[in-house]
C-alpha cells in the first residue's frame, strides 16, 4: 500500500522587465507583470501547480462477510496509487536597462531570490498530495451482491464514486490554492525570505 508521487520539471518561462532604476523596473513589473489569480494582483512571478492523480490503481479488498441467504458483502479500498505534480513558473527577465552595479547587484540578488520562493510552491503542493494520498487510501467502497465477483465489482465502483465526490479536479484545485495562499501570506509572498526587491538602491 502506497502513494507514489512523481515531481515533474518545472516549465520555466519569462516575460521581459525594463527600466533605468529599480523603481522603474518594480513599476514596470506592477503593470505588466504576471497576475496572481488569488487576490488579482500583479506580482513578479507566478508559480501554478497542479496534482494529477493516475487513473491506473490496484484495488484490494479490505473485508467482507458472507450473509445467511448467501449474499456477499464486500469492503474495497485502493492498495496504490500514483500523483504526478506539473508545475510552471513565470519570472521576470530583465531585458534593456541602465542599472548601475549595485542595482544589478540587487536585481540578481532578488530574483535568486524569488526563484527559491517559487520552487517552495512545489513542496507545498508536494505535501498537499501527501496527506490527499493518506485520506485516499483509508477510503472504503462497499458492495453487495448475489456472487463474490459482483460484490467485489459493486464495493469497486462505490469506491470510486467516494473518491469522486472529494477528489476531482475542482476540490484538488482547491486544496493546493488554499495551501499556496496560506504559504504567501505566511512568508508576505518570499518576502520574509529575501524575495523583496530594495527599489532604493541606485
Request: glycine share 8%; net charge positive.
Amino acid at each position: 500500500m502506497g502513494n507514489k508521487i512523481t515531481v515533474a520539471k518545472p516549465k520555466i518561462t519569462t516575460y521581459a522587465v525594463t527600466g533605468n532604476s529599480l523603481k522603474d523596473i518594480w513599476a514596470y513589473i506592477q503593470k505588466k507583470g504576471p497576475k496572481d489569480p488569488n487576490d488579482n494582483k500583479k506580482v513578479a512571478a507566478l508559480t501554478e501547480t497542479t496534482i494529477e492523480v493516475a487513473d491506473k490503481w490496484d484495488p484490494e479488498i479490505r473485508g467482507g462477510s458472507c450473509l445467511e441467504d448467501g449474499t456477499m458483502e464486500t469492503y474495497v479500498g485502493a492498495k496504490n496509487i500514483s500523483m504526478k505534480i506539473v508545475t510552471s513558473i513565470k519570472m521576470p527577465k530583465l531585458g534593456k536597462h541602465a542599472l548601475s552595479k549595485p542595482a544589478k547587484k540587487e536585481w540578481d540578488r532578488f530574483v535568486k531570490k524569488l526563484d527559491s520562493h517559487e520552487r517552495e510552491h512545489i513542496d507545498v503542493t508536494e505535501k498537499v498530495a501527501k496527506e490527499m494520498g493518506e485520506e485516499i487510501l483509508k477510503l472504503e467502497g462497499f458492495g453487495v451482491a448475489k456472487d463474490e465477483k459482483k460484490s467485489f465489482e459493486a464495493g469497486k465502483a462505490d469506491f470510486i464514486k467516494l473518491y469522486l465526490a472529494d477528489y476531482s479536479g475542482k476540490q484538488i484545485s482547491k486544496r493546493i490554492t488554499e495551501a499556496s495562499k496560506k504559504f504567501d501570506k505566511t512568508t508576505k509572498h518570499g518576502a520574509k525570505h529575501g524575495a523583496a526587491l530594495n527599489t532604493d538602491i541606485g
